[in-house]
């Protein structure tokens, strides 16, 4: 029995998302070639370019790349991760979990650079990262048992392709020279985390003081999934919404 490959459809932002992230990609290419100009000291995101006012790069950092591979990888993570996320949730929450991920990443990210200081402030944050891997966990919780090829040879559920991927990162975050992006994705991860958290608890009508061990555990709380944000807010009780 042969493993079938699922390729899920190209989604509508996800097609604005990787149009913009592979345009900047061969503009910056081909502005490097021919007069030596690169794009990412303008458009990435960096604590020396913020203190001179450049504040859409909050904004920008996740389009520009300067890697191929990287380039290349990222939009297809996008497309196989986020298109059925999308679709699940619907446009409006899909943006704003990405917006999240990407705020979040990027704030850590200056954080570090003031820590750091030095020439470091200066080095800019770029790509899909920190949308990926928040996307990476959420694809993991809610199509957990799904299956994917991992490096297109090893077929696996997708909560250990996420896990994997996850491990890498904080491999990188710990041990490369340069972790400090590594260290943005992770708290991209976590903040995409718990945004679902607190979305799925604000459905049922809960707070994050819930979750203190004074009260018994409810059944059926374990089983989490993800439902589409232009729901009414009044749904039926037996219907969960978000993560639950």
């Known amino acids: 029995m042969h493993a079938q490959m699922y390729v899920p459809p190209l989604s509508k932002v996800n097609k604005y998302i990787i149009i913009a992230h592979v345009g900047l990609f061969l503009l910056n290419s081909i502005l490097k070639a021919s007069a030596g100009i690169g794009l990412a000291s303008f458009l990435g995101l960096s604590l020396g370019g913020m203190s001179q006012g450049l504040i859409y790069q909050l904004v920008s950092f996740p389009f520009i790349e300067v890697s191929f591979m990287s380039a290349l990888f990222n939009s297809m993570l996008i497309w196989f991760i986020g298109g059925d996320l999308e679709s699940r949730w619907g446009q409006v929450f899909y943006i704003k979990f990405l917006a999240i991920a990407a705020f979040s990443s990027g704030i850590v990210y200056l954080l570090i650079s003031a820590m750091f200081g030095g020439a470091f402030q200066y080095v800019p944050l770029q790509g899909l990262g920190g949308m990926i891997f928040?996307?990476?966990i959420a694809y993991g919780i809610i199509f957990s048992e799904r299956q994917l090829t991992f490096m297109l040879l090893f077929p696996m559920k997708a909560k250990y392709f996420c896990m994997i991927l996850a491990a890498i990162e904080l491999y990188m975050g710990l041990f490369s020279?340069?972790?400090?992006?590594?260290?943005?994705h992770l708290t991209a991860?976590?903040?995409g985390f718990l945004f679902l958290k607190w979305r799925s608890m604000q459905a049922r009508g809960q707070r994050f003081g819930d979750l203190m061990p004074k009260s018994p555990k409810k059944k059926g709380r374990g089983k989490l999934r993800i439902v589409r944000d232009d729901e009414p807010k009044k749904a039926d009780p037996q219907d969960p919404k978000y993560w639950q």
């Open 177 to 184: 020279a340069n972790g400090k992006a590594s260290w943005a």
């Open 189 to 191: 991860g976590a903040a």
């Open 134 to 136: 928040a996307l990476l």
